[in-house]
C-alpha cells in the first residue's frame, strides 16, 4: 500500500510504475568515434589545467590531445639563451594521468615567431632551426603520439614563388626546410607519426584553391625524395561563408591516400559568422554544416581522426574574432552538448570501419 505522503511527495511514482529507469547516459565523442575505428580530441591549453570542470570534459569526451600552445616555438624558446618546457610538460602530465595520446602542435612554423628569431642572421637561423628540434623532439621522444613537424607551409598572399608562406626557417633555408624537419625529427624520435599540417584546404574560396594543389604537390615531392611522412593535417577550421564542396574535398583525400598516408582532421570547427544571432538556429546551421563535411570526410578510410580546436566556445580562438559570443565547437560556455556534438556522433556511427594505424618503427 502506497503511503498518502509518498503519494504527494511523488515517491509513489517510482513504486507505483515500477523503478525509474535513469536516462541512458549518451555516449561520449569519443566512444561514438571509438565504433568506426577513429580517434576524437581537442586542443587542449592551460584553461584545462586550471578549470576542474573544463579538465572533466577532456576526460570524458576525448581519446586524443593536441597541445595548443604549449609546444609552439614562440612559447618554448621566450629568449634566444632560453628553454621553457613547464608549460608543455604539465600538458604533457595531463595527457599521461588521463591516459590519453598527445599530438605535437608544432615544431616549425613561420608564422608566429619571436621578433629575435627574425633578427638573426640566416646561417644562425639554420643553428637554431637544428638545435631547436634537437632539444625538444629528443625531450619528448617516444612520448608523443604524433608531430604537426611543418604547419602551414603556403601562404601566397606572401608573395613568394611557389605560394610559400613567408617567415624566418623560409628566409634562411628556403622549401629545403619542410624535408630536413622531417628527416631531423625521424632521426630523433623513432614511434611519433609525422604530420605535415596545413590550413584552408577545405574551401573553394581563392585561398583553398590556391593551397590544395601546393600542399599535394609538396607532399609528392617528400614521398619521392624519401621524407618520413605519415599523416597529412587539414586543419577544417570550417568557413561556410565561402563556397566548398566537402565531397569533391574526400576525393583530394584520397589522392594522400593513395600514396598510403593517414589524415588527420586536425583543428575542425565551424566559423558561425554567417549564421543567424538566433541561437538556436545558429547551433543548427553549425550542426548542418559539421555534419556535411565530416559524412563526406569520414568516408574515406584513411581519414583516423578528428580534433577540434578546444571543446567549449568559452575557449575558441573566434572569441579574438567575433562580434559575439561565438558557437563554433561541440560544447557551449557551460560545457552542454550542442546540436553539432549529435551531428558528430550521427557522423561517427554512421562513418565506415578503419583501423588505427600503427605507431612510426624504424
Ligand atoms: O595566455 C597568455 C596571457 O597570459 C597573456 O596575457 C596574453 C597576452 O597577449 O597572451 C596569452 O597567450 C595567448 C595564447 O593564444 C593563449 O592560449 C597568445 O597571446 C596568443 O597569441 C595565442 O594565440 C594562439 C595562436 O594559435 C597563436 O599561437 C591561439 O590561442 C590558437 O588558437 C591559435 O591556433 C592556431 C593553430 O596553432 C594553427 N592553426 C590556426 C589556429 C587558430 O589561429
Given at each position: 500500500m502506497i503511503s498518502r505522503r509518498a503519494l504527494l511527495t511523488g515517491?509513489?511514482?517510482?513504486?507505483?510504475?515500477?523503478?525509474?529507469?535513469?536516462?541512458?547516459?549518451?555516449?561520449?565523442?569519443?566512444?561514438?568515434a571509438k565504433g568506426a575505428?577513429?580517434?576524437?580530441?581537442?586542443?587542449?591549453?592551460?584553461?584545462?589545467?586550471?578549470?576542474?570542470?573544463?579538465?572533466?570534459?577532456?576526460?570524458?569526451?576525448?581519446?586524443?590531445?593536441?597541445?595548443?600552445?604549449?609546444l609552439k616555438f614562440d612559447w618554448?624558446?621566450?629568449?634566444?639563451?632560453?628553454?621553457?618546457?613547464?608549460?608543455?610538460?604539465?600538458?604533457?602530465?595531463?595527457?599521461?594521468?588521463?591516459?590519453?595520446?598527445?599530438?605535437?602542435?608544432?615544431?616549425i612554423w613561420n608564422d608566429r615567431a619571436p621578433d629575435w628569431l627574425k633578427r638573426l642572421p640566416g646561417r644562425e637561423v639554420e643553428r637554431i632551426f637544428d638545435d631547436h628540434i634537437e632539444r625538444v623532439v629528443s625531450r619528448y621522444a617516444g612520448k608523443l603520439y604524433a608531430?604537426?613537424?611543418v604547419n602551414e607551409p603556403f601562404w601566397p598572399l606572401d608573395g613568394k614563388s611557389g605560394g610559400w608562406r613567408d617567415g624566418p626557417w623560409f628566409a634562411a633555408m628556403g622549401p629545403s626546410y619542410v624535408e630536413r624537419a622531417f628527416r631531423r625529427v625521424a632521426a630523433i624520435d623513432k614511434t611519433g607519426r609525422l604530420a605535415l599540417n596545413e590550413a584552408q584546404c577545405d574551401n573553394d574560396h581563392d585561398w583553398g584553391k590556391s593551397i590544395r594543389p601546393l600542399l599535394a604537390g609538396l607532399v609528392e615531392r617528400l614521398l619521392d625524395a624519401g621524407a618520413p611522412l605519415d599523416t597529412v593535417g587539414l586543419q577544417?577550421?570550417?568557413?561556410?561563408?565561402?563556397?566548398?564542396?566537402?565531397?569533391?574535398f574526400a576525393h583530394y583525400i584520397e589522392g594522400f591516400a593513395?600514396?598510403?598516408?593517414?589524415?588527420?582532421?586536425?583543428?575542425?570547427d565551424v566559423n558561425d559568422s554567417v549564421f543567424p544571432d538566433d541561437v538556436a538556429a545558429r547551433d543548427r546551421a553549425v550542426a548542418a554544416t559539421g555534419a556535411t563535411f565530416l559524412n563526406a570526410v569520414l568516408a574515406v578510410p584513411a581519414v583516423d581522426m578528428v580534433v577540434n580546436w578546444q571543446l567549449s566556445d568559452r575557449y575558441s580562438w573566434y572569441r579574438e574574432l567575433s562580434r559575439r559570443p561565438p558557437r563554433?565547437?561541440?560544447?557551449?560556455?557551460?560545457?552542454?552538448?550542442?546540436?553539432l556534438a549529435s551531428a558528430m556522433t550521427a557522423a561517427f556511427a554512421a562513418a565506415p570501419p578503419r583501423r588505427l594505424p600503427a605507431p612510426r618503427r624504424q
Amino acid at each position: 500500500m502506497i503511503s498518502r505522503r509518498a503519494l504527494l511527495t511523488g515517491a509513489g511514482v517510482a513504486l507505483a510504475a515500477g523503478p525509474l529507469r535513469a536516462a541512458p547516459t549518451p555516449l561520449s565523442l569519443a566512444d561514438s568515434a571509438k565504433g568506426a575505428g577513429l580517434l576524437y580530441g581537442a586542443s587542449i591549453g592551460q584553461e584545462a589545467l586550471d578549470d576542474p570542470a573544463y579538465a572533466a570534459l577532456y576526460r570524458r569526451q576525448t581519446s586524443i590531445l593536441t597541445t595548443d600552445v604549449a609546444l609552439k616555438f614562440d612559447w618554448l624558446r621566450p629568449t634566444p639563451d632560453r628553454f621553457d618546457f613547464s608549460y608543455a610538460d604539465a600538458i604533457l602530465g595531463f595527457a599521461l594521468d588521463s591516459g590519453k595520446p598527445l599530438r605535437g602542435h608544432t615544431l616549425i612554423w613561420n608564422d608566429r615567431a619571436p621578433d629575435w628569431l627574425k633578427r638573426l642572421p640566416g646561417r644562425e637561423v639554420e643553428r637554431i632551426f637544428d638545435d631547436h628540434i634537437e632539444r625538444v623532439v629528443s625531450r619528448y621522444a617516444g612520448k608523443l603520439y604524433a608531430w604537426d613537424v611543418v604547419n602551414e607551409p603556403f601562404w601566397p598572399l606572401d608573395g613568394k614563388s611557389g605560394g610559400w608562406r613567408d617567415g624566418p626557417w623560409f628566409a634562411a633555408m628556403g622549401p629545403s626546410y619542410v624535408e630536413r624537419a622531417f628527416r631531423r625529427v625521424a632521426a630523433i624520435d623513432k614511434t611519433g607519426r609525422l604530420a605535415l599540417n596545413e590550413a584552408q584546404c577545405d574551401n573553394d574560396h581563392d585561398w583553398g584553391k590556391s593551397i590544395r594543389p601546393l600542399l599535394a604537390g609538396l607532399v609528392e615531392r617528400l614521398l619521392d625524395a624519401g621524407a618520413p611522412l605519415d599523416t597529412v593535417g587539414l586543419q577544417s577550421h570550417l568557413q561556410p561563408q565561402w563556397p566548398a564542396d566537402y565531397p569533391a574535398f574526400a576525393h583530394y583525400i584520397e589522392g594522400f591516400a593513395a600514396r598510403g598516408l593517414t589524415v588527420s582532421i586536425t583543428e575542425f570547427d565551424v566559423n558561425d559568422s554567417v549564421f543567424p544571432d538566433d541561437v538556436a538556429a545558429r547551433d543548427r546551421a553549425v550542426a548542418a554544416t559539421g555534419a556535411t563535411f565530416l559524412n563526406a570526410v569520414l568516408a574515406v578510410p584513411a581519414v583516423d581522426m578528428v580534433v577540434n580546436w578546444q571543446l567549449s566556445d568559452r575557449y575558441s580562438w573566434y572569441r579574438e574574432l567575433s562580434r559575439r559570443p561565438p558557437r563554433v565547437l561541440p560544447f557551449d560556455d557551460a560545457d552542454r552538448a550542442k546540436p553539432l556534438a549529435s551531428a558528430m556522433t550521427a557522423a561517427f556511427a554512421a562513418a565506415p570501419p578503419r583501423r588505427l594505424p600503427a605507431p612510426r618503427r624504424q
